[in-house]
């Protein structure tokens, strides 16, 4: 399992250099202007991904519990119902795509905010939307073939031609936005490197995992009924994710210029990456979840989600702890021109509440879920999007961005409890018990750590890359010898002196 986790945090690593890379490039290459209208245009295809109903989720979670029982018809009928099912539903999503393209066109664009962008720019966008909308359509069908990676476990393949995908996005991003530097460009970048993940990853299960075939199935009412009880949940999980997290673009793009959706978003987009380091523990736990719930092994289960909930939390207040402080100076040194002093307000504000959410998205939500216990995640995070949206919209006229920075933050907090309740009644754990072992160590070395950075930042002028970064290694080196030498040791589920011991006795057998 931490073979699994360890290579999905590589293939974050690199998702995080390749966004450190693109961000500041593409911003600066069409200006924030522009730059706002294409978080506009992500945000209004962005619903439409909600079609897929939770499919590609649900399927992980039944080809995990077929695999697990040597089920090898079972899981190629599972799979090939998915792919019809998402055949379908593609075909749905690019007619609803109209609507999305008439709000768009119509009420979006006949703003008056919308008078500094040109005749030629709105031409760019409208083709842009098309193909993003295209690109949703066709995606649930292009990510299926994940699914077979994910229930095998196989998440070291997977993760090297996503890998590659990310390569190439970067690649084809600088060499054409050099070339021509605009959203249309940037559009077709997106579809064709979807495409050529989707053959990549289909080429390369047929090798590894032959006995799951991927074609389509005549859908029965039996076999999708039984994909479909479980997606809805996972469904309404994904509409809350994007209310909560996605749809702020509009909110703004409605309520203030282009350009404060691009600023908003520079402060929201660091996230991404960090979510997905948090992320990529949960595509490991839920299928290991669904599998040891198959078993009957609950306390196995316990096990794991108490190791990784600390886990986690540790990963959260190392990144965080140095966001909060540092946060706006390493925005400004990292965006360059475009940079803007409230992008640092909303990010310190998003990370406050991130600091509660974080360990819970990453480890409750898939543990819940891997138990089929979808109910609380599914309406949960709905809720929560809701609330995200209900506040934003109503802070949003007043307060402008920071207005929906507390729109987002709120929610996440007492949402979050919600989930970590859920969590733990259902593992028989206590909440006292859980936060014992998971922040009662954590929190002090977080506070020696993040106030000795503050004292530093006092004393020191940080700005510009070079003393930015390099008070970011030597906090991260504190905080690390910190958590080795007090969170972690004696640890139950994770002792870092018996792996310190192991790794001194592995150095001396070489030597």
């Not at 390369?204 to 009880?229: D, G, N, T, Y």
Request: hydrophobic content about 55%; aromatic content about 10%.
């Amino acid at each position: 399992m931490l073979r699994s986790i360890s290579s999905n945090w590589s293939l974050n690593a690199l998702q995080i250099v390749v966004f450190m890379v693109l961000t500041p490039f593409t911003a600066n290459a069409v200006g924030n202007d522009t730059y706002g209208i294409w978080e506009i245009i992500v945000a209004a295809s962005g619903p439409l991904q909600l079609l897929s109903l939770g499919l590609p989720m649900a399927t992980v979670r039944a080809l995990s519990s077929a695999i697990a029982r040597e089920d090898g018809p079972a899981a190629t009928k599972a799979l090939g119902t998915s792919l019809s099912l998402t055949l379908v539903l593609g075909v749905v999503a690019a007619l609803l795509g109209i609507v999305a393209y008439g709000a768009f066109t119509g009420p979006l664009m006949a703003d008056p905010r919308w008078d500094v962008v040109t005749e030629t720019e709105r031409h760019k966008a409208t083709i842009a939307l098309i193909v993003m909308l295209a690109n949703v359509a066709l995606g649930f069908a292009l990510k299926l073939p994940y699914a077979i990676f994910d229930a095998h476990h196989d998440f070291v393949a997977r993760n090297l031609i996503m890998g590659g995908g990310l390569l190439a996005k970067l690649g084809a991003t600088v060499a054409l936005l050099s070339w021509r530097a605009d959203l249309v460009t940037l559009a077709w970048v997106q579809i064709g490197i979807a495409a050529l993940e989707f053959l990549v990853a289909m080429l390369s299960s047929r090798k590894r995992h032959p006995l799951v075939h991927f074609k389509p199935q005549r859908i029965e009412w039996v076999e999708a009924r039984s994909l479909l009880s479980f997606s809805v949940f996972a469904f309404l999980l994904n509409m809350g994710a994007l209310l909560a997290f996605r749809i702020d673009a509009l909110v703004i793009g409605f309520n203030a210029p282009t350009a404060d959706v691009a600023i908003y978003g520079y402060g929201n987009k660091i996230f991404d990456p960090f979510i997905s380091i948090l992320l990529a523990i949960g595509m490991v736990l839920m299928p290991m979840a669904a599998s040891s719930a198959s078993r009957g092994d609950l306390d196995d289960i316990r096990a794991e989600f108490q190791k990784w909930s600390k886990i986690a939390a540790t990963i959260v207040m190392l990144i965080g702890g140095y966001l909060i402080v540092l946060g706006p100076n390493f925005l400004e040194a990292w965006l360059g021109d475009v940079y803007s002093p409230i992008s640092g307000r909303v990010l310190q504000i998003l990370m406050v509440s991130f600091f509660f959410f974080l360990p819970i998205r990453g480890v409750a939500l898939p543990v819940l879920m891997g138990l089929g216990h979808a109910k609380v995640p599914g309406y949960g995070l709905l809720g929560m999007g809701v609330a995200n949206l209900l506040l934003s919209l109503a802070l949003v006229g007043e307060y402008g961005i920071m207005g929906v920075a507390f729109g987002t933050a709120i929610p996440n907090v007492v949402f979050s409890i919600v989930f970590l309740w859920d969590a733990c009644r259902r593992l028989d754990l206590s909440l006292g018990e859980w936060f014992r072992y998971t922040f009662g160590r954590l929190l002090p070395i977080t506070v020696v750590a993040s106030g000795a950075l503050a004292l530093g930042a006092q004393q020191i002028p940080l700005h510009g890359y070079p003393r930015v970064v390099a008070a970011g290694v030597l906090y991260s080196a504190l905080f690390v010898v910190l958590a080795l030498m007090f969170v972690f040791r004696g640890d139950r589920f994770l002792d870092t002196d018996a792996l310190m011991a192991r790794l001194m006795d592995k150095l001396r057998n070489r030597k």
